[in-house]
């Protein structure tokens, strides 16, 4: 970070964007003092919290000043009980036990977890276990509350609530909120002021209409904006700018209905019935059941549903809802209790994980749990040569797998050492270069930027487009439009939907019981008055824009299927 | 399913105990099994922690779970007794004769493998039967009353739960690796295990430094160790319940090292 100068006024509630690597997480642990007075490193110059000096303040004024909430809610709890998870800072301040008791009552109706107060922070949810975060840090009274990345692991119903407790902490109690995300529709919905950071440097400042508007330091950063904004950018390079610029889809859909006055609607054509994927099933499961022992959670319900070869299909669904549980009994890790699984021909509950892994590869969320190797050749042959295949036959593997993930000319790096998204890239080649014909991602784009998560996408479409059958996990709806043909909706343990994805974003009101929201493009769609000539379920915004754009000129007709970012 | 702090909740006798009575009967327990010398002896003081399980009411899964873990070090236990173990009654001819009773299996040998794997089933359910009905920071209080530091107290306590973090975390690598076809844990040799284990132990330090690195910053923002003389929202007192269980503790350790050296 170099010189960077920011100031931010008591009752702001500011955004931090940026692309990983832009110093976001740095920013954040300098207010309340960790960096440097914790973790080391070199500060010139002085971070002032009202006007006090947080190089030469204490740990614990500083405490009181400023609360900090990070990404891992499992890193930040440390006991056992709610009650005592909250009290621990106030008893760190050694504060009299009638105010302590006070100040956790406080703190825990704020953020909806009173009656939790004997829970196991452990046995919570992602959204309970950062709204717990966020109540242990209130109670010590901060003016101002950081969150690092604190909504990234959450599904969607876990960021709602933890927006609302925020927003609350905000307009009723006037703190001082910084957010570090990237969820830019949330941003345009909920915030006063964006601060865009670039390697370290501040890049932009400014409103988020004034942000979001500002194409020049779009094309310059891989940052998300609202997929309206987005929307508009696209019809200004093209001569037809809505009346004003829009951040949230009312505001897109009356923009929209000015520009189109007076031109009509062009007929569009019937969606037609898609085919995908071959006549060989590549996934087989039937009336599946599972039940942990010891505790008998019944995790999954009379699940069945087929996949075939070829196929790119999506497993949504809030967290509990067994996706997990689903994908670790394709894999065999787990075995039915009852039911039956078929994957790639085998019987997952007699077949071994050893042979389950020459067909189907396995990409962990977090690379950092597999990664190993002092080399990425290395680590990328790792699997060929527990199969035990000839020499030449790993390095041919190996050459082809960095190939796919574009990693050819990073053979001799260190793993460990590299930048995030390469991370998960090295992942993505290890188990390509066992050649299974069916490759699982779980959660892959998970504490990625906007960058890494296309990238990592448009290497699981190129898989696709070679004949393997994808299927990944996510909550990230954006993508999940953009990319799958398919998409199985879990819920409580059963299926809830399983249907094209165009299918699945048209019945919004049946996706919302599974608390899933659908990407804002398709809900400006649904938002336009019927008879606008317009897709009702626009998938991307290249749908949208095109659609559009027909009405002035025909030659937009050609809809790309696919995302066209280049990344 | 690992949870991650290894707390059971629970209303039983054992979880009302103070933290003190506990800590008292752990560390005055496990210095007597040491000194236990007869089967009769380690079979009750094993007995007695089985009850003590059963009163805290903790899921016997659990405990079998743990006994499964420790079968492969007492089958080796017994494996290197019979085999070196110094005895006059021999039960099976030696294959390859050292001379002096070595290399035979004896039943001297055979019974002391057996009193070894007592005394290390009855060490295995002690420890988690306190820090399984112990909330950890009843724990550390408990051992700040006692006279410890509170910052040593926390971190010793921190420690303790690290261990089921760290089980957790090391079941989701070695099903990373068997996903890339690792089947060394499973039926390799024992130079085919240990050739495995960079591809589990790199990644389990790395993970762990991370780890600690964000929980010193979650710490720091909550004011850990901000004054020695920190306060207590909830507060510990001996009753007449835990004199008792501390006697009966104290009692039944003189009695262990009574039986093992006197009979």
């Known amino acids: 970070m170099t010189h960077l100068n920011l100031k931010i006024s008591q009752g702001e509630f500011v955004a931090i964007m940026g692309e990983n690597g832009a110093s976001k997480?740095?920013?954040?642990?300098?207010?309340?003092?960790?960096?440097?007075?914790?973790?080391?490193?070199?500060?010139?110059?002085?971070?002032?919290?009202?006007?006090?000096?947080?190089?030469?303040?204490?740990?614990?004024?500083?405490?009181?000043?400023?609360?900090?909430?990070?990404?891992?809610?499992?890193?930040?709890?440390?006991?056992?009980?709610?009650?005592?998870?909250?009290?621990?800072?106030?008893?760190?301040?050694?504060?009299?036990?009638?105010?302590?008791?006070?100040?956790?009552?406080?703190?825990?109706?704020?953020?909806?977890?009173?009656?939790?107060?004997?829970?196991?922070?452990?046995?919570?949810?992602?959204?309970?276990?950062?709204?717990?975060?966020?109540?242990?840090?209130?109670?010590?009274?901060?003016?101002?509350?950081?969150?690092?990345?604190?909504?990234?692991?959450?599904?969607?119903?876990?960021?709602?609530?933890?927006?609302?407790?925020?927003?609350?902490?905000?307009?009723?109690?006037?703190?001082?909120?910084?957010?570090?995300?990237?969820?830019?529709?949330?941003?345009?919905?909920?915030?006063?002021?964006?601060?865009?950071?670039?390697?370290?440097?501040?890049?932009?400042?400014?409103?988020?209409?004034?942000?979001?508007?500002?194409?020049?330091?779009?094309?310059?950063?891989?940052?998300?904006?609202?997929?309206?904004?987005?929307?508009?950018?696209?019809?200004?390079?093209?001569?037809?700018?809505?009346?004003?610029?829009?951040?949230?889809?009312?505001?897109?859909?009356?923009?929209?209905?000015?520009?189109?006055?007076?031109?009509?609607?062009?007929?569009?054509?019937?969606?037609?019935?898609?085919?995908?994927?071959?006549?060989?099933?590549?996934?087989?499961?039937?009336?599946?059941?599972?039940?942990?022992?010891?505790?008998?959670?019944?995790?999954?319900?009379?699940?069945?549903?087929?996949?075939?070869?070829?196929?790119?299909?999506?497993?949504?669904?809030?967290?509990?809802?067994?996706?997990?549980?689903?994908?670790?009994?394709?894999?065999?890790?787990?075995?039915?209790?009852?039911?039956?699984?078929?994957?790639?021909?085998?019987?997952?509950?007699?077949?071994?994980?050893?042979?389950?892994?020459?067909?189907?590869?396995?990409?962990?969320?977090?690379?950092?749990?597999?990664?190993?190797?002092?080399?990425?050749?290395?680590?990328?042959?790792?699997?060929?040569?527990?199969?035990?295949?000839?020499?030449?036959?790993?390095?041919?593997?190996?050459?082809?797998?960095?190939?796919?993930?574009?990693?050819?000319?990073?053979?001799?790096?260190?793993?460990?050492?590299?930048?995030?998204?390469?991370?998960?890239?090295?992942?993505?080649?290890?188990?390509?270069?066992?050649?299974?014909?069916?490759?699982?991602?779980?959660?892959?784009?998970?504490?990625?930027?906007?960058?890494?998560?296309?990238?990592?996408?448009?290497?699981?479409?190129?898989?696709?487009?070679?004949?393997?059958?994808?299927?990944?996990?996510?909550?990230?709806?954006a993508l999940v439009a953009e990319y799958a043909q398919r998409v199985i909706v879990l819920s409580g343990g059963k299926v809830l939907l399983d249907d094209v994805t165009e299918g699945i974003f048209a019945k919004p009101d049946v996706v919302r019981q599974a608390c899933i929201i659908p990407p804002q493009i398709t809900e400006l769609g649904q938002a336009l008055p019927a008879g606008m000539g317009l897709p009702r379920n626009p998938l991307t915004v290249q749908t949208m824009s095109a659609a559009i754009l027909n009405r002035f000129d025909q030659k937009f007709l050609a809809t790309p299927s696919h995302s066209t970012l280049r990344v | 399913m690992s949870s991650l702090i290894a707390y059971y909740p629970g209303n039983t006798l054992f979880h009302k105990l103070d933290p003190r009575a506990k800590i008292i009967f752990m560390v005055i327990l496990s210095m007597a099994i040491f000194a236990v010398q007869q089967i009769p002896v380690a079979l009750v003081v094993l007995a007695v922690m089985l009850c003590l399980w059963f009163v805290a009411r903790l899921p016997f899964s659990v405990l079998w779970s743990f006994i499964k873990v420790l079968l492969p070090i007492i089958g080796f236990l017994f494996l290197v007794q019979a085999v070196f173990y110094p005895g006059n009654t021999p039960l099976i001819k030696p294959l390859i004769p050292i001379g002096r009773g070595y290399g035979q299996v004896t039943l001297e040998g055979i019974l002391f493998a057996v009193l070894l794997a007592l005394r290390l089933m009855a060490m295995i359910i002690m420890l988690p039967l306190v820090n399984f009905t112990t909330p950890v920071q009843i724990f550390a209080l408990g051992m700040v009353k006692m006279g410890l530091p509170y910052r040593l107290a926390y971190t010793m306590t921190t420690a303790l739960n690290l261990v089921p973090i760290l089980q957790g975390e090391t079941s989701v690598i070695v099903d990373a690796q068997r996903l890339r076809a690792m089947q060394s844990f499973e039926k390799g040799t024992l130079v085919e295990k240990l050739k495995a284990y960079p591809a589990l132990v790199t990644p389990l330090v790395i993970g762990s430094m991370r780890r600690a690195q964000l929980m010193a910053v979650a710490m720091d923002s909550r004011a850990f160790g901000a004054s020695k003389s920190r306060t207590y929202l909830e507060d510990i007192r001996l009753h007449v319940g835990d004199w008792v269980f501390i006697c009966l503790t104290v009692a039944f350790t003189i009695g262990i090292i009574v039986a093992s050296y006197v009979m």
């Open chain 1, 25 to 477: 997480s740095t920013i954040c642990q300098m207010l309340n003092g960790i960096i440097p007075n914790s973790i080391g490193g070199r500060l010139s110059g002085q971070v002032l919290i009202h006007g006090l000096n947080t190089k030469e303040t204490g740990i614990s004024e500083l405490a009181t000043k400023v609360g900090i909430v990070l990404e891992d809610p499992e890193t930040q709890l440390f006991t056992t009980s709610v009650k005592a998870e909250v009290a621990f800072g106030p008893e760190n301040l050694s504060l009299p036990p009638d105010e302590i008791e006070e100040r956790v009552a406080w703190a825990l109706k704020t953020v909806r977890l009173n009656g939790y107060e004997e829970r196991l922070p452990s046995s919570l949810s992602g959204g309970q276990k950062q709204r717990l975060a966020i109540a242990a840090n209130i109670a010590m009274r901060p003016d101002i509350l950081v969150l690092d990345e604190a909504t990234s692991q959450l599904d969607p119903v876990g960021v709602e609530e933890v927006l609302s407790v925020v927003r609350e902490l905000n307009q009723k109690y006037g703190m001082t909120i910084l957010m570090a995300t990237d969820a830019s529709e949330m941003i345009a919905r909920l915030m006063d002021r964006v601060v865009v950071l670039n390697q370290g440097q501040l890049e932009a400042d400014g409103t988020p209409i004034q942000i979001f508007a500002n194409t020049a330091l779009f094309n310059k950063l891989m940052i998300r904006s609202p997929q309206v904004s987005q929307l508009a950018t696209l019809l200004k390079n093209e001569g037809h700018p809505l009346p004003t610029f829009p951040i949230t889809v009312p505001e897109a859909s009356d923009g929209l209905q000015t520009l189109l006055e007076g031109t009509t609607p062009a007929p569009i054509d019937p969606v037609k019935p898609a085919v995908y994927g071959s006549r060989e099933l590549a996934i087989q499961v039937e009336h599946l059941d599972y039940i942990y022992q010891p505790l008998d959670v019944h995790a999954v319900k009379d699940v069945s549903f087929e996949i075939r070869q070829g196929e790119f299909v999506a497993l949504i669904g809030q967290n509990g809802s067994g996706k997990t549980t689903v994908l670790k009994n394709l894999l065999g890790l787990l075995r039915p209790t009852s039911g039956k699984v078929i994957v790639a021909g085998q019987d997952t509950k007699i077949t071994a994980v050893a042979e389950m892994a020459r067909h189907v590869g396995f990409v962990l969320q977090n690379p950092d749990q597999q990664l190993f190797a002092e080399t990425v050749e290395e680590e990328v042959a790792y699997g060929p040569k527990n199969l035990k295949l000839a020499k030449e036959l790993i390095e041919q593997r190996v050459a082809e797998a960095l190939k796919l993930v574009g990693l050819e000319n990073k053979r001799e790096e260190f793993p460990p050492a590299m930048p995030k998204g390469d991370r998960a890239k090295v992942v993505i080649a290890s188990a390509l270069a066992l050649d299974p014909s069916i490759i699982i991602l779980d959660e892959p784009t998970t504490g990625q930027d906007y960058r890494g998560c296309h990238q990592i996408m448009q290497i699981a479409q190129s898989l696709h487009e070679q004949g393997r059958t994808v299927v990944f996990v996510t909550h990230h709806m």
